[in-house]
């Protein structure tokens, strides 16, 4: 290899730390690109087979465990499963900064150089990175970890927005309990986890054409839909959300290509997770190993190939148990 860095990893979310940390283990110079962005300060499933994971990487996270999930579906009865049926245990619900600034310090320990990124680019057979601390190197290989909405150097199809938008809120004053909630209401479903800080973290996701030139703020709509709910309206138990109402994007969304000549993707800048299936850690983990394996390949051509036709067919199935789950189609 002939740059300044074997590989350049654009983003410090948990997916890109994770490949940056697997890369450096490997013997790889690895620079990890972070922009000026703090990560999200909301709360998300830690799934028993992410747990395990982050286990092999040697790492834990403080949480709440999640022992089981009751879903309700358009009325129908409750749905309850529980940990015990799952061959990775039970999940763990976390502060997602928590998790962050734990994989970034775990990729700088193994070897990964972080620095802010002011520019990357095709130039020759590489990559020019223009870092504010080191200035400008050469990275023979570029992985994408930018999240669902993060701009990527390559030429790719990327969704115009986001199908679904998820409203999010802290509800502190009521008992966490140990389970995920997920049911439906007239626009829209829910999403309520134990909050490892206080009380419970809850997201209700609606499409996004519902909450488009809308005639009522949004937090007048999360109450009326709230009050269409059994599962959610009864662990609230009428406790008001802490701090104003959060929307971030959400459903499922596949950019096209995930990897190509010099690069790939990793995490949500590969294939964003519906939010409902809680699955969004677990394959920014799952991916991230998948890419630093692809990469490290003695023949990379092939393996990164190889990457893109699996990171394929994990979308292809996440998106027909959603839409047999839920009726709802990307």
Same mark, same amino acid.
């Given at each position: 290899?002939?740059?300044?860095?074997?590989? *350049?990893? !654009? @983003?410090? #979310?948990?997916? %890109? $730390? /994770?490949?940056?940390?697997? &890369? =450096?283990?490997?013997?790889?110079?690895? +620079?990890?690109?972070?922009?000026?962005?703090?990560?999200?300060?909301?709360?998300?499933?830690?799934?028993?087979?992410?747990?395990?994971?982050? *286990?092999? !990487? @040697?790492? #834990?996270?403080? %949480? $709440? /465990?999640?022992?089981?999930? &009751? =879903?309700?579906?358009?009325?129908?009865? +409750?749905?309850?499963?529980?940990?015990?049926?799952?061959?990775?245990?039970?999940?763990?619900?976390?502060?997602?900064?928590?998790?962050?600034?734990?994989?970034?310090?775990?990729?700088v320990a193994a070897g /990964?150089?972080?620095?802010?990124?002011?520019?990357?680019?095709?130039?020759?057979?590489?990559?020019?990175?223009?870092?504010?601390?080191?200035?400008?190197?050469?990275?023979?290989?570029?992985?994408?970890?930018?999240?669902?909405?993060?701009?990527?150097?390559?030429?790719?199809?990327?969704?115009?927005?986001?199908?679904?938008?998820?409203?999010?809120?802290?509800?502190?004053?009521?008992?966490?309990?140990?389970s995920l909630l997920v049911?439906?209401?007239?626009?829209?479903?829910?999403?309520?986890?134990?909050?490892?800080?206080?009380?419970?973290?809850?997201?209700?996701?609606?499409?996004?054409?519902?909450?488009?030139?809308?005639?009522?703020?949004?937090?007048?709509?999360?109450?009326?839909?709230?009050?269409?709910?059994?599962?959610?309206?009864?662990?609230?138990?009428?406790?008001?959300?802490?701090?104003?109402?959060?929307?971030?994007?959400?459903?499922?969304?596949?950019?096209?290509?995930?990897?190509?000549?010099?690069?790939?993707?990793?995490?949500?800048?590969?294939?964003?997770?519906?939010?409902?299936?809680?699955?969004?850690?677990?394959?920014?983990?799952?991916?991230?190993?998948?890419?630093?394996?692809?990469?490290?390949?003695?023949?990379?051509?092939?393996?990164?190939?190889?990457?893109?036709?699996?990171?394929?067919?994990?979308?292809?199935?996440?998106?027909?148990?959603?839409?047999?789950?839920?009726?709802?189609?990307?």
């Amino acid at each position: 290899m002939t740059g300044a860095y074997d590989v *350049a990893v !654009l @983003g410090s #979310g948990p997916a %890109g $730390a /994770a490949c940056a940390a697997l &890369l =450096a283990k490997a013997g790889a110079s690895v +620079t990890l690109l972070e922009r000026p962005a703090r990560p999200p300060d909301g709360v998300e499933l830690l799934s028993g087979r992410a747990r395990g994971a982050l *286990a092999d !990487l @040697g790492l #834990g996270v403080p %949480g $709440a /465990a999640v022992v089981e999930t &009751l =879903a309700r579906w358009r009325g129908a009865p +409750t749905r309850v499963s529980t940990a015990l049926a799952s061959p990775w245990g039970a999940g763990l619900a976390v502060v997602r900064r928590a998790l962050d600034d734990t994989l970034r310090a775990y990729a700088v320990a193994a070897g /990964a150089t972080p620095s802010h990124v002011l520019s990357v680019g095709r130039v020759g057979g590489g990559w020019r990175v223009a870092t504010a601390a080191h200035g400008v190197a050469i990275a023979d290989f570029l992985v994408i970890a930018t999240g669902r909405c993060g701009s990527a150097p390559v030429d790719r199809s990327r969704p115009d927005r986001a199908s679904h938008v998820a409203v999010l809120a802290q509800v502190p004053d009521v008992d966490r309990g140990a389970s995920l909630l997920v049911e439906t209401s007239a626009h829209g479903w829910w999403y309520v986890l134990p909050d490892p800080r206080r009380g419970r973290f809850v997201a209700w996701c609606a499409e996004t054409r519902r909450l488009r030139g809308r005639a009522v703020p949004v937090a007048r709509l999360w109450r009326r839909e709230l009050g269409q709910t059994r599962l959610t309206k009864a662990a609230l138990r009428g406790s008001a959300p802490r701090g104003p109402l959060v929307c971030r994007p959400a459903g499922a969304a596949r950019s096209d290509p995930a990897a190509g000549n010099g690069w790939l993707a990793v995490g949500d800048a590969g294939f964003a997770t519906d939010v409902l299936s809680g699955q969004g850690l677990e394959f920014a983990l799952l991916s991230a190993r998948a890419g630093a394996v692809a990469v490290a390949a003695e023949d990379r051509t092939a393996a990164v190939r190889a990457y893109a036709t699996w990171l394929a067919d994990v979308a292809a199935s996440h998106l027909r148990m959603r839409e047999e789950w839920t009726g709802f189609r990307v």
